[in-house]
C-alpha cells in the first residue's frame, strides 16, 4: 500500500504546513507526498517529501517587487517541505513542465482544497501534450541517468529506480498515449516489461522495503537495455509545445485571479 504514511508523520506534515502558513501569510492549496514514498519505492528511513501549492494575499501580487516564488525550509528528522507560489505552479504548466501533474496524480495528499484542485486538474490536462510529456520524461531519464549510472560499472543499485522510473512512463506514453501514473507499482502493471526487468525490479523493490541501504553492486544489463530503448524512443519524440491557445491562456488567467481573489471556483 503506498498511502502508509503514519498518523504521527502526517500530524508532523500537518504542523509544518500550518507553521508555514503563519510564519510566511500564505494559504496553501495543495499539499502531497511526491518522492520515493509515493513513488512505490520507499526504505524504512526515506525522507518525507511533502510538495505544496500555496497563494499569497492579494496585495502580494499587485507589489513592483515580487518575492520568491517558493517556500523552502531546510530538511529536519525526515521532513522534507517545500512548495511553490501558484504562478510559478501555472507557468510550469503552461510550459509543458510535467511536475505539477505528478503531483495532482500523487497517491499521498497531505491537504487540499477541493474547489481548488477541482478546477486546476481539467486546465492542467488541456495544456498536456504527449510530446511534452515525452520531453519532460526524457530529460528526467537523462539528467537521473547521468547522476547515478552514467559512467560506472559499479553503482548504488537503489537509484536504478530514479532512472527506470521515467523509463516505464516513457513506455506508457508510446504505447498507451495517455499521462503515466506518478507511482512505479502503477507504471509497470500498465504495461508490459521484459520479464528480465520485471525480474530485477522485484529484486531491488523487494531488498529495499527491508533495508535503507540496497547496496552497490554491478550495472544490471537488462535494466541497461532497458532504459536505453525507452531514452531512444524519448529522444526521437520529444517535443516542446506549441503556441499557447490564447482562449486556454485567457481561462488560465481567469483561474489565477479566481484564486487570488477569493472568488468561487468552477471546474
Known sequence: ????????ARAEVERRLSAIEA??????LFAVESGS??????????DYDCRFLYVRPLNGYLELFQPRDVIERPILDLFDVNGWDLTKALKLIIGGN???????????VYRKDAAFVDALV???????????????????????LGRHLAGRTQVNLKKYFYVIRPAIALQW?????????????????????PAGVAEALEMLREAKRRASEVGEGQRIVALDRYIDDQA?????????????????????????????TGRKLTP
Open 173 to 193: 506514453l508510446r504505447e498507451k498515449g495517455g499521462s503515466p501514473p506518478m507511482d512505479l507499482p502503477s507504471l509497470v502493471a500498465g504495461v508490459v516489461v
Open 122 to 144: 481539467p486546465l492542467a490536462k488541456d495544456w498536456r501534450s504527449a510530446y511534452a510529456d515525452a520531453h519532460h520524461y526524457h530529460g528526467l531519464l537523462a539528467t537521473q
Open 98 to 108: 510535467s511536475v505539477i501533474q505528478e503531483w495532482l496524480a500523487s497517491p499521498i
Open 37 to 46: 514514498r509515493a513513488w512505490g519505492f520507499a526504505s524504512p528511513d526515506s
Open 23 to 28: 510564519d510566511d501569510g500564505v494559504r496553501i
Open 232 to 260: 531512444q524512443w524519448g529522444l526521437a519524440n520529444k517535443g516542446r509545445p506549441s503556441s499557447p491557445d490564447p482562449a486556454l491562456v485567457a481561462r488560465t488567467n481567469a483561474f489565477f485571479r479566481d484564486v487570488v
Open 1 to 8: 500500500m503506498l498511502d502508509d504514511i503514519s498518523p504521527e
